[in-house]
């Protein structure tokens, strides 16, 4: 399944990394960073480049950071075009950061 380049793509884009970025947050406890919203570090597509990582990056000794590619992703997002026709897991890190989770037992720590 393949979805056409145009406007429509890119808004459909948009919701998804949204949703796949709200969904990572959410379920495993990151924050997102943006070294300044407000200033010209925003993309054509109005998003800010930034980076997601664990709570506690300061005083935990293990730590997740995901940070974006090149492009109109955005950080854990692999491809909108894999995001859109196949799955959030095919599609982010999602996958990726909860077996990380799991593996160092993250939640218990």
């Not at 990582?53 to 300061?58: E, Q």
């Not at 999602?94 to 989770?101: H, N, Q, R, V, Y």
């Amino acid at each position: 399944m393949y979805i056409k380049d145009g406007h429509h793509y890119d808004e459909v884009a948009r919701c998804c990394m949204g949703y796949a970025h709200d969904k990572m947050k959410t379920d495993f406890d990151l924050v997102e960073y943006s070294s300044n919203p407000s200033s010209a570090f925003h993309d054509p597509m109005g998003l800010c480049s930034s980076v997601l990582h664990s709570k506690d990056l300061h005083t935990f000794d293990k730590v997740l950071v995901i940070i974006p590619g090149k492009g109109k992703v955005r950080a854990g997002i692999f491809g909108r075009q894999l995001l859109m026709c196949h799955s959030l897991q095919t599609g982010s890190a999602f996958l990726f950061a909860g077996e990380l989770f799991e593996a160092i037992d993250y939640r218990r720590a």
